[in-house]
């Protein structure tokens, strides 16, 4: 059903303390908690419930925690335990009295971000408008556009055969006692050892010695996928549920080194890719390819994410051009006159291709132009504070997509984190001037006290 609307008694209580009381409400976020239009997002998550059920929860009090865990920097569990004793969390998710403690479970998060899906984008508009509304970003700085494309990581440690095998050894045996199949043997014990001596040889560079125990860990997974097999013949819904752990497992067993095509890289997150990127220091890269838009010129707050996407696949990056502007207008409400891309994006399909200027290019740069493409790099600050302060650096979700999610809600906590810059300097700039017309009138009464 759909959430109660948030309302507030707009009445004292004898035995809770008033959160008005006992903050600043001159405090960024109580400012930031009055500029963004809850109405709004709340009719726009309105279609996504039925009119019947048991009410769901409020829509600010869910939102409001998940701009607070990107902006911050906080997992689903830190966000619930900050939201407990910090009162300016309570009251930018609507409370009207301190809460002693966290009203609802941290899983509704998780549900939340299932149900909102590709909803999320709305808050990354809200974050635009909220900084345009604030004064933090010119209409006209969406207008010249920078494009580039990173790799958001997944949660896996790096995929080496010995650990992938052992993990679909683990991950067969756990989801076989879940379903309590009795198997011949679980293998639990000799494939630990032989993992972890496969990746001593391996450091040791005995290589021999390393794939023997390599040989030890394809056996038992075979004889393991064997037995199971046996087992659940005849069982439709045991059957059901091992076909795409065994089919997994089949393919980490059956994949070598290096095999050209699709691998798997890790059992419990099959949509995980392998990113080459050339770095010394990273050569590859395991998890999605994400695409970030930015403003050119620097903003009056700073440089904005104007649009963020997962880019499932490791596409090419000169394909993904036309969507990802046409998105971006969809998105800002403004064409986009000019758009700076790197080396990349050479032989991209774009509506008007005259006005990508890519990074190197010499014929038609000139003058502005030229001073705007020595400004493409700087989206790679924007990336690394992306990655550094919020979550792109490594995505905990899971799925496709909690790959999507984790891009969008990273480019609104930056965004956020900016306004919330801006309405800090904003504030130190108006005590300042009202602490110079202070100065200056009682420095006018004294004189006068003086001529009396």
Not at 104 to 109: F, I, T, V, Y
Not at 281 to 292: D, H, I, N, Q, R
Request: glycine share 8%.
């Amino acid at each position: 059903m759909r959430p109660k609307k948030h309302e507030t008694t707009g009445s004292g209580d004898l035995f809770r303390a008033q959160l008005d009381q006992i903050i600043n409400m001159r405090h960024e976020l109580v400012q930031l908690a009055g500029k963004i239009d809850w109405d709004f997002i709340d009719g726009e998550i309105a279609p996504l419930y039925s009119d019947s059920g048991r009410p769901g929860i409020a829509t600010r009090f869910v939102i409001g925690l998940f701009l607070l865990k990107h902006i911050y920097g906080l997992s689903d569990e830190g966000a619930c335990e900050r939201w407990v004793y910090d009162p300016y969390f309570q009251h930018f998710t609507g409370e009207e009295f301190f809460q002693h403690e966290f009203p609802h479970e941290r899983s509704d998060l998780s549900h939340w971000r299932k149900r909102l899906g590709n909803k999320l984008e709305l808050l990354l508009a809200e974050s635009l408008r909220v900084a345009h509304e604030s004064g933090a970003l010119r209409t006209k700085d969406l207008a010249r556009v920078t494009v580039d494309t990173t790799v958001q990581p997944k949660n896996i440690t790096f995929p080496t055969d010995a650990k992938l095998l052992h993990a679909a050894i683990k991950g067969l045996t756990r989801l076989a006692r879940k379903h309590g199949v009795r198997l011949r043997q679980s293998y639990l014990r000799i494939a630990k050892r032989a993992a972890m001596m496969a990746g001593r040889y391996a450091h040791a560079k005995q290589f021999n010695r390393h794939r023997r125990q390599l040989r030890v860990l394809r056996t038992r997974l075979g004889r393991l996928i064997r037995d199971i097999r046996r087992k659940i013949a005849g069982y439709a819904d045991l059957e059901a549920a091992f076909v795409w752990p065994l089919a997994r497992a089949d393919q980490i067993r059956s994949q070598q080194q290096r095999q050209r095509g699709w691998k798997l890289y890790s059992f419990h997150a099959p949509e995980v890719e392998c990113i080459g990127k050339g770095k010394a220091s990273a050569p590859y890269e395991f998890g999605v390819k994400a695409s970030v838009v930015t403003t050119n010129a620097r903003a009056p707050g700073g440089q904005f994410v104007l649009h963020a996407r997962a880019l499932p696949g490791n596409p090419y990056d000169g394909h993904t051009l036309g969507a990802v502007i046409e998105a971006t207008e969809r998105l800002t409400g403004r064409a986009i006159e000019r758009a700076y891309v790197d080396k990349g994006y050479r032989g991209h399909h774009t509506p008007n291709p005259r006005r990508v200027f890519m990074s190197g290019q010499k014929r038609g740069v000139f003058g502005r132009i030229k001073r705007e493409l020595r400004r493409r790099s700087a989206i790679e600050a924007v990336i690394g504070h992306m990655k550094a302060e919020g979550h792109l650096g490594r995505c905990y979700l899971k799925g496709r997509a909690g790959d999507a999610a984790n891009v969008i809600l990273s480019a609104v906590g930056y965004n956020l984190r900016l306004v919330l810059a801006w309405l800090r300097t904003i504030l130190r700039v108006v005590l300042l001037a009202l602490f110079q017309t202070f100065a200056i009138r009682l420095v006018a009464r004294f004189n006068q006290f003086e001529r009396i």
